[in-house]
């Protein structure tokens, strides 16, 4: 009976190191409880819910605490295991291209097309992540951190990962959340910066109405697009081509069954898949350092320069346009690819200064061109850098 | 005549496809890349033995098979010697960027990668790669004389075009199975360390390319976007029978009718939440009336009880 009893008891013992409870540290708490922030500004604020929900339950999934020294293969980290397999699709660089796939079919770029001028927006707000490359440069990070890192800039999730993933996978954890992070501040970040570089007056330009675009316009797009750009900058391939693709589906008219697909139910597996698995690749271990904290520092920093090089570039170049051509500098923001959530903030600060000026449409045009932007600017440092 | 037009340009594209076609072989994956023909005290087989090798190297970022190449080896004219890569094997499989070494002991018994042949220490060796369909890959002659024992003859680093002999120094060292040249660091990220170590040029240089690529598609779609106009207006015209620009212009041919603009604008205000009057929150919960049917009758729906007559 008593050798019974000690059997018991040294099993029980064994079984309570492998508990979360036992193997749990300051640095797991932590995280669990920046998970649960996460959840809460998805539910309680609305912040971008279709990403904090999984990438906040992805940070509790990830910092479950257990016997690393195991071998239970349950940790994201550990090869075979489910989660490792879910997160191939983030170290090996294909959920974004998908993921872009569905922006391409959602995508409107009518706005784009009635009025060209608009993509020069999305272009200049790229000095966002050149603005954190430097800032990175001087901090210590060498060159190929300090590109992902200033990625971040770019305000596109998947592109953040994809050069991420290729240039410093060890730093892609904590540049993924910080990406995704301030694409949800998207609403508390930009508003000040666009009201402290604009004057009234600016503020209540009024823009011509766009053209209607039509569909052979539409449909030449996608086509031309993937030509020009990739020719230019063949390493952002994978994600121009498969934007550029999605758009096609959808504006073709004739394969509306594929891009019903991709803007819905794909891109929805996808989105749950990185979101997911990029929450749990943050394990306090892996996560919690010196370096993430850098990183969230820089990537506000970026995001504050891409709104702000949007803006001005949006006022200098209102110094060579007409009258009647003048651009309201409160779309400037909207080049930072965010989509549509830049967009949404030049209506609604637009609106506080003139309830009856539609920004929107217009803002969807640099909006859109930031998308591609963020890309060409990836496939730039990419094919720098490798 | 439309179908003349289509005719003369797909003979066009079809003349311009056959124009860019040339005899140039195509580049081979698979590709020799170090040879040593007088191995005294380099590496040895599995076996223990010193024989001379050849290393092949893939070029390709996929995966290569070996199985059912040929190399054929000749020290003299008319001696050329056939080795065939067994298949089955799955090592003769190489990795991207990898390479995979055949011994020239001439012990083919001894496993897949033991050649029929050996390698002549004097003389020139010409050696020659097969695909399966005994299509050339790639050849070398190795020369013979200037090679002293332990020294391979090799291409400068994997797959490049200069050969080299390498004499085991500091920097030209012999490498079975492995790069011809060890990548000890990333040459293109140094440059930028070195060159432009806060930022500056990378920041330049990277959104100069951005607003070029983004500043084609403005070209290209200003231009389009004027064609689109210019062919609704006519076509505009042609309906409303219209020949006089000015006309066409008051009347505001190929732009957008204003109901067009009024929809759109109402569809915003619409997003806004415009469309939602505040809501009353109180609940009321009235009795559901039910119309009688047999068919939903409990009576109709229960057996009966059997009972003993």
């Known amino acids: ?386 | 005549m439309k179908k003349l037009k289509n005719g003369i340009f797909l003979s066009l594209l079809l003349l311009v496809g056959l124009a860019s076609c040339t005899d140039k072989k195509p580049a081979s994956k698979l590709v020799i890349n170090e040879v040593l023909t007088d191995n005294v005290s380099n590496f040895q087989d599995d076996y223990g033995v010193h024989s001379g090798w050849i290393e092949i190297f893939n070029k390709a970022y996929s995966t290569e098979d070996l199985a059912g190449c040929l190399i054929k080896v000749s020290s003299t004219p008319g001696d050329t010697v056939t080795y065939f890569i067994p298949k089955g094997d799955v090592l003769t499989s190489i990795p991207p960027r990898q390479h995979s070494l055949f011994w020239a002991d001439g012990a083919p018994r001894r496993g897949t990668f033991h050649t029929n042949f050996v390698l002549s220490k004097t003389d020139d060796n010409w050696i020659g790669l097969y695909d399966s369909g005994r299509n050339l890959m790639d050849e070398i002659v190795v020369p013979g004389g200037i090679l002293k024992a332990n020294q391979s003859y090799a291409r400068v680093t994997d797959g490049a075009e200069e050969w080299e002999v390498k004499d085991d120094s500091e920097e030209k060292y012999v490498t079975p199975s492995t790069n011809n040249q060890t990548i000890e660091s990333n040459p293109k990220m140094e440059n930028f360390e070195h060159h432009d170590p806060i930022g500056i040029g990378m920041t330049i240089t990277a959104m100069c390319v951005v607003f070029v690529g983004l500043i084609l598609l403005y070209v290209c779609f200003r231009f389009v976007g004027k064609l689109a106009v210019k062919l609704r207006k006519r076509n505009a015209m042609k309906v409303h029978n219209v020949t006089d620009k000015d006309e066409a212009k008051e009347r505001g041919f190929g732009e957008a009718p204003g109901e067009v603009i009024a929809a759109i604008t109402m569809a915003l205000h619409e997003a806004q939440g415009a469309d939602h009057d505040v809501e009353e929150t109180i609940l009321t919960i009235s009795r559901v009336k039910r119309s009688y049917s047999p068919w939903s009758s409990k009576i109709y729906t229960l057996r009966e009880t059997p009972h003993r007559k």
């Open chain 1, 1 to 386: 009976m008593g050798d019974f009893l000690n059997f018991l008891q040294n099993n029980l013992a064994d079984f309570w190191t492998y508990t979360g409870f036992y193997n749990a540290t300051v640095g797991h708490v932590v995280m669990i409880l920046v998970g649960i922030f996460f959840i809460y500004l998805a539910v309680a604020k609305e912040f971008e819910p279709m990403l904090l929900i999984p990438i906040g339950f992805g940070i509790l999934v990830g910092n479950i605490p257990f016997n690393l020294d195991a071998g239970l293969q349950v940790g994201i980290y550990e090869e075979g295991s489910v989660l490792n397999i879910l997160y191939q699709g983030v170290t090996s660089g294909w959920y974004p291209p998908l993921i872009f796939l569905g922006i391409g079919a959602m995508t409107d770029f009518s706005a784009l097309i009635s009025n060209p001028k608009l993509m020069l927006i999305g272009a200049a707000a790229q000095f966002g992540i050149f603005g954190a490359y430097i800032a990175a440069l001087w901090l210590g990070f060498d060159p190929m951190q300090a590109a992902s890192i200033g990625i971040i800039g770019g305000a596109d999730g998947p592109t953040a990962i994809f050069l991420s993933s290729k240039l410093a996978p060890n730093l892609m954890g904590a540049i993924a959340v910080s990406a995704y992070s301030y694409m949800a501040l998207v609403p508390v970040i930009q508003p000040p910066v666009m009201r402290l570089l604009t004057t009234k007056k600016e503020r209540l330009i009024r823009m011509k109405t766009p053209r209607a675009v039509s569909h052979t316009e539409k449909v030449m797009f996608p086509i031309v697009g993937l030509l020009l750009t990739c020719f230019l900058v063949p390493s952002g391939l994978p994600l121009l081509g498969m934007l550029f693709f999605g758009n096609l589906l959808k504006e073709s008219g004739v394969t509306r069954r594929l891009a019903e697909t991709a803007r819905g139910p794909l891109i929805d597996t996808i989105t749950m898949l990185l979101g997911l698995t990029v929450g749990a690749s943050t394990q306090a271990s892996e996560f919690l350092t010196w370096d993430s904290l850098k990183i969230f520092a820089l990537g506000a920093f970026s995001f504050i320069v891409a709104t702000a090089s949007g803006v001005l570039f949006v006022k200098i170049f209102n110094l060579m346009l007409k009258k009647d051509d003048k651009i309201n500098p409160l779309i400037g923001n909207a080049g930072v690819s965010a989509v549509p959530d830049s967009a949404r903030i030049s209506q609604i600060v637009g609106a506080e200064y003139d309830p009856g000026n539609y920004l929107l449409m217009h803002a969807m045009g640099p909006n859109v061109a930031g998308v591609i932007g963020s890309a060409v600017a990836a496939g730039v440092l990419l094919g720098f850098l490798v």
